[in-house]
């Protein structure tokens, strides 16, 4: 999952970018208006992290013309403790959530998790696949019960086709979500990926579709085309 920060505040956008990555997250860091807009205008992301005040295009406007746009990411707004009606004109423009300065990084961590859960139809902290369950909190993944030992490529790689269960999803956009904007884009890289998932996972989730990408079935449309 890859996450964009637009915050001017130099060591807190350092502080949710560490943050993040930690977490397991790909994360692009902007610190004014206009970069933020340009890089949510043209990159793909699961969820932006977007502060208000911001020098050269403030958040509002930010938010406001990527929704004008059509761009539909989830967006999680940062706001000052003393400055309600920003929450109001920030969700009023399009807002998913938003979060008060000061906060807890975790508290930006769960919003975020349940924001990206939220936008691909899962309610539950615990996505389920057959045998396969991933919790998006720990970022753990287990086979009939027992703990997988996953690189965070390849934790990312699953969580991301979990994440979007019965979509044919290309290489293009695994790409696109898995790595930051600096990665030497080879989508070859992925293939090598998924053949270890699969060997790791022990059981037949992952599909490839010939030509499209690659898809991972719920339980319900598996059975469908099994029949
Ligand atoms: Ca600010």
């Given at each position: ?28 860091a902007a610190n004014d ?50 400055r309600w009606s920003d ?141």
């Amino acid at each position: 999952m890859r996450i964009l920060v637009v915050e001017d505040d130099i060591s807190l956008n350092d502080q949710l970018r560490s943050a993040l990555e930690d977490a397991g997250y790909v994360v692009d860091a902007a610190n004014d208006g206009e970069e933020g807009h340009f890089l949510g205008d043209t990159e793909p992301y699961d969820c932006v992290i977007l502060d208000i005040g911001l020098p050269v295009m403030d958040g509002i406007s930010v938010l406001q013309r990527w929704r004008e746009d059509g761009r539909a990411m989830p967006v999680l707004i940062l706001t000052a403790r003393d400055r309600w009606s920003d929450k109001v004109s920030g969700i009023d423009a399009g807002a998913d959530d938003y979060v008060t300065k000061p906060f807890h990084v975790e508290e930006v961590l769960a919003r975020v998790r349940a924001l990206i859960r939220r936008a691909a139809g899962h309610a539950s902290s615990e996505i389920r696949c057959g045998p396969l369950a991933i919790d998006t909190k720990s970022s753990k993944a287990t086979v009939d019960g027992v703990a997988l030992k996953l690189t965070s490529h390849e934790f990312r790689l699953l969580s991301y086709l979990a994440h979007h269960l019965d979509k044919v999803v290309s290489r293009t956009e695994l790409v696109e979500h898995l790595y930051d904007q600096d990665f030497d884009r080879d989508s070859n890289t992925i293939e090598v990926f998924v053949g270890r998932l699969r060997k790791k996972l022990g059981h037949d989730l992952i599909e490839t579709v010939r030509g499209l990408g690659y898809r991972m079935s719920s339980p319900e449309q598996a059975d469908k085309k099994a029949v």
